[in-house]
T-cell receptor, first 119, second 115 residues
Framework: AQSVTQPDIHITVSEGASLELRCNYSYGATPYLFWYAQSPGQGLQLLLKYFSGDTLVQGIKGFEAEFKRSQSSFNLRKPSVHWSDAAEYFCAVGGLRGWSGGGADGLTFGKGTHLIIQP | GAVVSQHPSRVICKSGTSVKIECRSLDFQATTMFWYRQFPKQSLMLMATSNEGSKATYEQGVEKDKFLINHASLTLSTLTVTSAHPEDSSFYIC???????????FGPGTRLTVT
């Protein structure tokens, strides 16, 4: 079955420390990959996306992610977190239902990782 | 650019009534819009895909007669929750996709509470 796994439900990081949030997907071909952040009661903010090309993707607010085909992973990283980074983070995948060209399937989301920043 | 709005942001309705949520793409024409549902402290689940001028495609387990979706124009899709019940209380988020692209732009969400 096609799926997106975020194995860490909660992560606590000290302000200024580095961060890595894990995301694994199950799919037979190269999907389109996204990371979103959501603050409580708010909508989604796109941090970065991967469609093709360079497997190391730079996003907003200092985030980056690396697509590793061999590991079916798309982990999100940040070298130094800020208190404002506290949020729920979702990894999402498109293309799990035969997305092609102008296809329009919706995204499949992981269950999310709740990031807590310690002062 | 690529801004998507939703209205209302919050709505409270009584059990048995219907409520309509609007999703608008403000600065682009969206050939496809998507509706997601998010329960508290859970992930987003795709409910349906809506293409302008055609019937929506619903995900398995989503009642199409309960969640009516209309995509009458390239900038507006509506979700109507009919005969709402407390278990329909949730955060509903729409997204819109520009034709020929893969990225979706998300609205800010609508918090529905059914009493």
């Amino acid at each position: 079955a096609q799926s997106v796994t975020q194995p860490d439900i909660h992560i606590t990081v000290s302000e200024g420390a580095s961060l890595e949030l894990r995301c694994n997907y199950s799919y037979g071909a190269t999907p389109y990959l996204f990371w979103y952040a959501q603050s409580p009661g708010q909508g989604l903010q796109l941090l970065l996306k991967y469609f093709s090309g360079d497997t190391l993707v730079q996003g907003i607010k200092g985030f980056e992610a690396e697509f590793k085909r061999s590991q079916s992973s798309f982990n999100l990283r940040k070298p130094s977190v800020h208190w404002s980074d506290a949020a729920e983070y979702f990894c999402a995948v498109g293309g799990l239902r035969g997305w092609s060209g102008g296809g329009a399937d919706g995204l499949t989301f992981g269950k999310g990782t709740h990031l807590i920043i310690q002062p | 650019g690529a801004v998507v709005s939703q209205h209302p942001s919050r709505v409270i309705c009584k059990s048995g009534t219907s409520v309509k949520i609007e999703c608008r793409s403000l600065d682009f024409q969206a050939t496809t819009m998507f509706w997601y549902r998010q329960f508290p402290k859970q992930s987003l689940m795709l409910m349906a895909t809506s293409n302008e001028g055609s019937k929506a495609t619903y995900e398995q387990g989503v009642e199409k007669d309960k969640f009516l979706i209309n995509h009458a124009s390239l900038t507006l899709s509506t979700l109507t929750v009919t005969s709402a019940h407390p278990e329909d209380s949730s955060f509903y988020i729409c997204s819109a996709k520009l034709g020929g692209t893969y990225e979706q732009y998300f609205g800010p969400g609508t918090r529905l509470t059914v009493t």
